[in-house]
């Protein structure tokens, strides 16, 4: 459900650009990445063995 | 191979070659990701999923070079969902770097998958630096779509890969947050 909506947004963008919408494309592509930052920050939690 | 003069035009740029390439390295990428997972067996964990989306993302920079002409906005795509799915890929790495740790997954060729991701990803931001360069003079774009059979052919299977990982996602999480280490899929459960 997380990681759900960047595919969705990034498939729509892979679409657009096949149907020649360039603006739906990168509109598309722009609301994927941030979906996709959200899920980051969601997933990315696991406690590292490493120092940093 | 095109339709009207300045698809002509934008299909004769050595870029327009390279980055039909680079969109088809993509999408092998993908196709062995699911390789790994249908035939292979192997459950995408939530990084392994937010690394093929990067991945997509990636390609939808190329395949927009392809179908709209080479553009300063379509390489920035490229680097900007490089960079967003390196640091997913570097994570990967960094939680298995320790001693003794046997990774995620199996290795290919030496590595494993996240390695090469984290490797797709840096190499994605070097061509596109370098394509940056060779397109400096013709970064104008076509401004309208460029239909060829090869770059339609490859842009829908980029979207087919893109349906295939909803499925993927649909079938390995639900609708609920997915897990770290999925053992199965919803139906197996």
Known sequence: MIILPSIIFATLAAFMTLRGNRKLALASWAIAVVCMLGAMQYHMDDVMTISL | ?189
């Open chain 2, 1 to 189: 191979m095109s339709n009207g003069s300045g698809s002509m035009k934008v299909t004769s740029y050595p870029s327009y070659l390279l980055n039909l390439l680079a969109l088809a390295g993509i999408c092998v990428t993908l196709l062995a990701a699911f390789f790994f997972q249908l035939v292979m067996g192997e459950i995408p964990c939530p990084l392994c999923m937010l690394q093929r989306i990067g991945l997509i993302l990636v390609g939808l920079g190329f395949a927009m070079n392809v179908r709209f002409g080479p553009s300063a906005v379509h390489y920035a795509v490229v680097i900007l969902s490089a960079m967003t799915g390196a640091g997913v890929s570097l994570r990967q790495v960094l939680l298995h770097i320790a001693p003794g740790d046997a990774g995620f997954g199996s290795a290919v060729f030496g590595y494993h998958m996240y390695t090469w991701g984290f490797i797709a990803f840096m190499g994605s931001i070097i061509f596109s630096a370098v394509m940056l360069i060779i397109d400096r003079n013709h970064l104008g774009g076509s401004g309208h779509p460029v239909r060829t059979a090869l770059g339609s052919v490859l842009i829908g299977l980029l979207v087919l890969l893109a349906l295939g990982n909803v499925a993927s996602d649909v079938l390995t999480c639900g609708f609920a947050p997915c897990v770290g280490d999925p053992q199965g899929y919803i139906f197996q459960r």
